[in-house]
Structures are given as structure tokens and as C-alpha cells.
């Protein structure tokens, strides 16, 4: 069944009206819905023409533009606004979310991207659980075998996390981002995570390295654990939380210091310009990545699935690093059996 809601919005100088549509897969499904085809590295650029750099480029002005809009009504909502559950009463969404998701749809529609063909796979228009996410994922990129070009993969695709960091959001913590992820034929090759609470806008474009503000960064020059900031995330669910658990338990004590600061896509970023130079988590969906992903690589940095294998779109269990702590880091997450959700 196809469950529909609307909702009316105020937000100091904005009014929208907004619409939810969420999909309950049955079992075999949901079963189905985790077995995805093959797809390109997300951050694999070798094959892309010059012709994509160039859209890419001017698909992120939109981007920025998006955001720092949507980060305004994060300003004034931030510790204001009711929430209610998603996944389970810890996985909270707010009409604020939704709000800037609807923000990012307008201007890929006055920009003229949703007439080029670009398209949104935004957290707010998917149900909740791993099995919707990677459901949605897949429609999304035509690989479910519903008749879309599988070749093409998805074409242009923006991935949108509206806010990330919702709980901090609800708590009037200062600790949320808006996060963009363009992707091309399954490859994320544009990216902008904007936390407007510290007016720090972070993009990258393919091959085109990572930027703070419009200046340069790079990761950090930690060469072991000792001297490395781990980041770390506290999942909702506790076939998720375990792992990460465990993997903190075995880290901790060989690396400088912790912090789990609830944001993914904050933390990705501070891998990206040093202030961390570790962050791994067991599960999260693709809007949690994939913009997170481009600006570590595009850093000088490291982002593989915790089994080692390259980023993809697909890639649910990530560890993203400043390169030289990476191999030891992830010998460690495995020898504890901390790279995949345990099964409840």
C-alpha cells in the first residue's frame, strides 16, 4: 500500500506546501531490494568527459545556492520544532526536513536541471529502514529491472540529505548539514555539504580537488592512530549501534582521541579538511555518503566499504580517512567484527 501526507509549512520567509509519499515493501521485496547490481566506484573518475566536469560545475552553483537557502530555515528552526519518529523513536524527522527538501526541488526546477533531466533521490520522499533506502536507491539508478536504462544507470541524479543531523537539529544543537551529492551514470562527481550554523561551505567537483569556502583543503597528515581523531556514529538501531560499539572499544584505546558528534555528513567533511582523521560507521544510507564521499577523495583522502572494496552509490558501511591510517584501521574494524550490522 502507498501511504500519502501533506503537510502545510511556515518557516520565517517561507510557505510551502508539502507532500510525502512513502512505499511498504512486502518481505520478498525488501529481500529483493538489498541484492543490487554491479555499479561504477563512486569515486572512480578516470572515465568522465569534460562535457560532465563542465555541467557538474554549474549543476553545484545551484547546489550552493540551494543550500545556503535551506540552511537559513535550519537558523530559525534549530531547537524550535516537534519532531516525530521514523525508523524507531530514536530516528526522528521534522517538518523543517521536509521544508528543505522541497527547498533543493525548487531550484533544480528554476534552474532548469529537472528539465535537463536531472533528478532527486532525497531522504524525505523515502519510507524509513534499510530496505526502503536501498529499494529507493536502486528505482532510482534503474537497476530493479522496471524498465529504466540500466546502461545509463540513473543518468543525472541528485542525492539529498536535507538535514543531517536531525536529532541535533531537534535539540537546538549546533551540529547539521545540508548535504548534496550530484551523481552521473552512478558516480558522484559534484558535491556540497553546507553547515550553516558555522557558515562553512564544503564542495568538490570531480578531479577538480576539494574546497572550504572557496579555498583549498586537504586531509590531515597523521601518519598513525596515535596521533588520529576518530569520528565515530551512534546508529538508531541496535543491530547497527553494536558494531560501532565494538569498533569504538577497539580503536579507542590506540588512537588520540573520539568524537561522535551525530552529523555523517559533517564528520565526512571534517575528514576531508583534517580535523578528524578517521570516521567509520556500519550502516547509512546513500544521501549519508555520497557528497561526504566525493569531498574526501577529492581531499587527498580514503573512503572504502569497511570490507575494503571501493565506494559506490550502493555502499552502506564506510570508512573514510586521511589515507595513511587507513589499512591498520580497518584491519582492527574487522579483527572485531565491526563492519557489518549484526543480525537482531
Known amino acids: 500500500p502507498i501511504i500519502g501526507a501533506s503537510l502545510l509549512l511556515a518557516i520565517p520567509g517561507h510557505s510551502f506546501i508539502v507532500s510525502k509519499r512513502y512505499v511498504q515493501l512486502s518481505a520478498p521485496a525488501r529481500k529483493q ?195 588520529a581523531v576518530l569520528a565515530a556514529g551512534a546508529p538508531p538501531s541496535l543491530a547497527s549501534l553494536q558494531p560501532s560499539l565494538r569498533g569504538i572499544n577497539a580503536l579507542a584505546p590506540k588512537v588520540r582521541t573520539v568524537r561522535l558528534i551525530g552529523s555523517a555528513a559533517i564528520m565526512l567533511a571534517w575528514v576531508a579538511c583534517g580535523r578528524h582523521t578517521l570516521y567509520f560507521e556500519p550502516d547509512l544510507n546513500s544521501w549519508d555518503i555520497a557528497a561526504g564521499a566525493l569531498l574526501v577523495h577529492e581531499a587527498g583522502g580514503k573512503i572504502t566499504d569497511l570490507d575494503g572494496t571501493p565506494y559506490k552509490l550502493t555502499t552502506r558501511a564506510i570508512l573514510a580517512s586521511n589515507s595513511r591510517t587507513h589499512d591498520e584501521t580497518l584491519s582492527i574494524l574487522q579483527s572485531v567484527n565491526a563492519i557489518r550490522c549484526d543480525e537482531i
Open 33 to 227: 531490494a538489498l541484492t543490487l547490481r554491479s555499479i561504477p566506484d563512486g569515486v572512480s573518475f578516470d572515465s568522465i568527459a569534460p562535457e560532465i566536469t563542465s555541467e557538474a560545475t554549474e549543476a553545484l552553483n545551484t547546489a550552493k545556492v540551494a543550500a545556503q537557502e535551506a540552511g537559513k530555515a535550519i537558523l530559525a528552526s534549530c531547537g524550535k520544532m516537534g519532531s516525530k519518529t521514523k525508523f524507531n523513536e530514536k530516528d526522528l524527522v521534522t517538518e523543517v526536513d521536509v521544508a528543505c527538501q522541497k527547498i533543493v526541488e525548487d531550484h533544480l526546477e528554476s534552474g532548469g536541471w529537472t528539465a535537463k533531466g536531472h533528478t532527486i533521490l532525497g531522504e524525505e520522499a523515502v519510507a524509513p529502514g534499510m530496505a526502503a533506502s536501498a529499494a529507493a536507491l536502486n528505482e532510482a539508478m534503474g537497476l530493479d529491472g522496471s524498465g529504466k536504462d540500466t546502461k545509463k544507470l540513473g543518468g543525472w541524479m541528485w542525492v539529498v540529505d536535507p538535514i543531517d543531523g536531525t536529532t541535533n537539529f531537534v535539540m537546538g544543537m549546533p551540529l547539521s548539514a545540508i548535504s548534496i551529492g550530484i551523481c552521473y551514470e552512478g558516480r558522484v562527481v559534484a558535491a556540497c555539504i553546507y553547515d550553516p550554523f558555522q557558515k562553512e561551505m564544503f564542495t568538490a567537483v570531480a578531479g577538480q580537488g576539494a574546497m572550504i569556502n572557496n579555498e583549498p583543503m586537504g586531509v590531515g597528515t597523521e601518519e598513525n592512530l596515535v596521533q
